[in-house]
C-alpha cells in the first residue's frame, strides 16, 4: 500500500544552520511527492512538488528536495535556517489515478537562537 | 499563495447538532478535495469532486457527512449530527496542474 514516513517527530536546530527533513515513501511505480508547511493556526502551503525529471527540486524560501528512487526518500534540505521557518512540514505523496494525497505524519521544526 | 478561501475559520457546535463549512476554490480549479486533520496531525481524505461531480469518496457508512459543489456556488460539507470524534481541521484544496493548493482550514469543535 502507498504511504509516506516521515521518521523524526521533532527536530530542533540552531537559526543560520542547516537543515534536513526525512521522508520516506512506499510507492508503486513513480510517485509525485510534495513537502508542505503548515504554519500555527494555518493550513498548509506548498513548498515544492516532484514530478518525474530532475532529481532535485528548489522550492520557496530556499528549500528543495531530492529525490532517490534507490532509496525510495526525498528529503528536504535548507542550507541556512531562519526563526521564520518554526512550523510544521509534511511530506505527501499523489496517487496517481485518485489524485488524493497520501501525507506523512508531520515533523515539527523548532529554531534555537 | 493559495486563493482557496474558507469559511468560517472556527465552528463550535454540541453534539447532535449540525456543522457546515464552505469552500470556494482557486479559479481555474475544476478538482475540489476536502480533508480531515486530527490533532495528531494524521490526514483524512474525504471526498473530491471534478465539475460537480464526484470522483472519490470514502464510505460515510455513518451518512453523517455529506457534500456538494454546486454550479456558480461554493463547495460545501456538512455534518449533520457532530460528534466529539469530528473535532478537527478540515481543509479544503483545489488542484492546479497536479500539485493541490490548501485553504486555511475550518477548525471545528464538538463540544
Known amino acids: 500500500a502507498q504511504s509516506v514516513t516521515q521518521p523524526d517527530a521533532r527536530v530542533t536546530v540552531s537559526e543560520g544552520a542547516s537543515l534536513q527533513l526525512r521522508c520516506k515513501y512506499s510507492?508503486?511505480?513513480?510517485?509525485?511527492l510534495f513537502w508542505y508547511v503548515q504554519y500555527p493556526r494555518q493550513g498548509l502551503q506548498l513548498l515544492l512538488k516532484?514530478?518525474?525529471?530532475?532529481?532535485v527540486v528548489q522550492g520557496v524560501n530556499g528549500f528543495e528536495a531530492e529525490f532517490s528512487k534507490s532509496n525510495s526518500s526525498f528529503h528536504l534540505r535548507k542550507a541556512s535556517v531562519h526563526w521564520s521557518d518554526w512550523a510544521v512540514y509534511f511530506c505527501?505523496?499523489?496517487?496517481?489515478?485518485?489524485?488524493?494525497?497520501?501525507f506523512g505524519q508531520g515533523t515539527k521544526l523548532s529554531i534555537k537562537p | 499563495n493559495s486563493k482557496v478561501i474558507q469559511t468560517p475559520r472556527y465552528l463550535v457546535k454540541g453534539q447532535g447538532q449540525k456543522a457546515k463549512m464552505r469552500c470556494i476554490p482557486e479559479?481555474?480549479?475544476?478538482?475540489v478535495f476536502w480533508y480531515q486533520q486530527n490533532k495528531n496531525n494524521e490526514f483524512k481524505f474525504l471526498i473530491n469532486?471534478?465539475?460537480?461531480?464526484?470522483?472519490?469518496q470514502i464510505d460515510m457508512t455513518e451518512k453523517r457527512f455529506s457534500a456538494e459543489c454546486p454550479s456558480n456556488s461554493p463547495c460545501s460539507l456538512e455534518i449533520q449530527s457532530s460528534e466529539a470524534g469530528d473535532s478537527a481541521l478540515y481543509l479544503c484544496?483545489?488542484?492546479?496542474?497536479?500539485?493541490?493548493?490548501f485553504g486555511p482550514g475550518t477548525r471545528l469543535t464538538v463540544l
Open positions: 469532486f471534478q465539475n460537480q461531480e464526484v470522483l472519490q
Open positions: 510507492y508503486f511505480g513513480t510517485p509525485y
Open positions: 484544496a483545489s488542484r492546479g496542474r497536479r500539485e493541490q493548493y
Open positions: 516532484y514530478y518525474p525529471g530532475d532529481p
Open positions: 479559479k481555474g480549479h475544476p478538482v
Open positions: 505527501a505523496v499523489s496517487i496517481y489515478n485518485q489524485g488524493k494525497l497520501i
